[in-house]
């Protein structure tokens, strides 16, 4: 049977991506992102890769009230979702003392509260149909260690790490499978004006490893595995001198 994804942050960088990957592979999607007439001409594309429907919704994940009844429209448009891929996010860099109040608002409202808020929707949804699904969020390697003048950043992906890791304790039994994802630098608009973007990937590499990594129904991976699993573990044991110079 025909399978159905939402992708949130689907009007760009890995969302884009991701959407193109699920297209490829013959998936039903369902794009969200603020910007919804890119998301309306994008859908064209994705028919012509493969995929047999697509529906485009205008969301913005920092009005919380909306996101439920947006996966709810996509889940009776598509006949069912099977994944929901909770990938908005915003990153901004400031150091402590700079008065950044709204910059950090909406990095907590987007990649926490907004994440999480897509996660819940998308478990109520699985819950209520009794067959279980699939949940994804997109975490980072920021979310080992809090990063120089990514503190908030390293803060709301840290949180969604322990989201997502208690859910996953919380509903193992219902069938409802969550998946964490942590990218390392993957080439998006997020962060193209960055000097040092050390092992660098595309982000049509990147869709494809999470896709197979979402198939296979893994608890959490980073992105690509190699170099970042391992400099995960390192990034969480590194004394601080050593961990500034390198970041
Ligand atoms: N690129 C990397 O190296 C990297 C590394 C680690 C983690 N990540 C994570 O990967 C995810 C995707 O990032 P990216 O690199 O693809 O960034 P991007 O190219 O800047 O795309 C961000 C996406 O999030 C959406 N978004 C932002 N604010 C939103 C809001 N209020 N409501 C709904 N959608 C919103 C944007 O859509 P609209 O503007 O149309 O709303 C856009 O589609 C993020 O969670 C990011 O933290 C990225």
New binding site residues.
Partial sequence: MTQAVLI??????????LAREYARRGWKIAL?????P??AEFRAELRSLGSPEVIALG?????SATIAPALEEADAALGGLDLVI??????HMFAAGTGQIEQMR?MI???LI??CATVDAAVAIFLRRGRGGHVVG?????RYRGLARLGI?SA??AGLHRYLQATRMEHAGAGITVTEL??????????RANTS?PF?VG?DV?ARVMADLIERRVACAT?PRWPWMVLGRLMQVLPVPILRRLT
């Fill in positions: 949130t942050g689907a009007s760009s960088g890995i969302g884009e991506a969200a992102a603020r910007r919804a890119a998301l969301l913005d994940v920092r009005d909770a990938n908005a996010g915003v990153a909406e409202e987007v990649n907004g994440a997109i975490s980072s390697m920021a950043y709301t992906k942590a990218p390392g630098y993957i080439d998006t608009p997020m962060n973007r660098v982000a990147a992105v």
